[in-house]
């Protein structure tokens, strides 16, 4: 039985070590010997934008979010802003509609729909302009990002753009921006991504698209960020990384809340990927499937690939030296992940809470994975309560 295990754990390291090593390295040469420039052409016209942004009972916070959107630097000529109402029943509308002067044109749904998908999809047929801009209401842009997420699309192999993500996590002393290790280690992915092919890192806050990709509508137990990436490729174009295009994310400090946003925007793109199950051959696909398998496939294996080899330590524990040892570090990860999840990491510390939040993590990818292999996966988690922000308190927020 002993041979069989050390293949399991062989098996398992292999994994990990492709993923978590072997790509990286990978990308890293094929970068650096790539001919292609990025995303450095220039517009001779720049494109009209439609900024769509879905809401719902978000009186508090809308305001807010017009008046950032109002202060984007683009031509107004060429920029429109559309709310979408799904089914609110506060003062949302009534807010929206004091921006009506502004140029905010609202789209109100009477019957909200279950997931904001369905919402968006509603509002593709709505749109005329060359580019479609869509954010999540949490979101809040620097005033450049709108030139900066339309500047790739000048080059016409180009089909989306993804802005840079930055979390701000709320303290007793404010907001406090985090630029994790992890974080940047994912920018630098897109990055090189982008300079071999296109990124197939999707960013949920803030993505920019051709109207003709946007247009394609996208099932609710989809991923609508991550499947334009797949539908770009399908139609000749491609995804990429525009790091200057930055917007700040409001989130809460709890692990539980970063659970759930993880199985469930997982569990979307695994689903997504299901759905194109084709775009993972290299052979038809070339650099952009290796991306595939390499920045998602690995990624959602990594949890199982952790199990498998945890298993075979258990099972060789007492015949082999080092065992034991790996045991007692995955028996602190799973110690630091109970604390942390009952325990508000703003107290608890980063430093002191990253063991945990990476356990927590895979274990979410793993329940991710489960619920996207399942039939008819329930999208539909805990809620995780929306975030605050520091400006709100203008337009009621408490």
Known sequence: MTPLVI????????????????????LYFRAQSSKR??????????????????VRNDEATVQSL?????????????????????????FTNAVVGRFRESGVELLRILRPRRQAAVAENIARRHVTSDLVL???????????????????????????????????????????????????????????????FGTVSARASLYAMRTELFRVPVSAMLSPDFAPILTARERGFRAVYAPDAECVVMREGSLKGHYWRTVRAVT?????????????????????????????????????????AVAGLLLLAPKQTLAPAALAVALVLCVDALVAWRVPQTALGRLAAFPG??????????????????????????????PWFPNARASGAH
Not at 75 to 83: A, M
Not at 138 to 151: T, V
């Open 357 to 386: 939040r990476v356990a927590t993590t895979s274990v979410a990818m793993a329940h991710a994975l489960v619920m996207a292999l399942s039939e008819g996966p329930e999208l539909q988690l805990e809620a995780v309560r929306r």
């Open 7 to 26: 293949l399991l754990c062989a098996l398992c390291l292999a994994v990990l070590a492709l993923t978590w090593i072997g790509y990286p390295l990978w």
């Open 37 to 54: 420039t990025g995303i450095g052409d220039v517009h001779e016209r720049w494109p009209s934008v439609t900024i769509v942004v879905v």
């Open 66 to 90: 017009l008046e950032n959107l109002l202060a984007l630097a683009y031509p107004e000529s060429l920029r429109r802003i559309l709310v979408v109402s799904n089914g609110s029943t506060d």
């Open 134 to 196: 869509v954010l999540r209401p949490q979101a809040r842009l620097r005033p450049s990002a709108l030139a900066a997420l339309a500047a790739p699309f000048a080059d016409p192999t180009v089909g989306v753009a993804y802005g840079r993500e930055v979390s701000a996590e709320l303290t007793e002393e404010g907001a406090r921006i985090q630029r994790s290790l992890y974080g940047r280690y994912e920018a630098w992915l897109r990055d090189r991504e982008t300079s071999v």
């Open 268 to 308: 979307r793109d695994v689903s997504t990927l299901l759905s194109k199950p084709h775009l993972l051959d290299p052979r038809r696909y070339g650099a952009f499937a290796v991306f595939l398998l390499g920045h998602k496939l690995g990624r959602w294996l990594t949890p199982w690939a952790l199990a498998g």
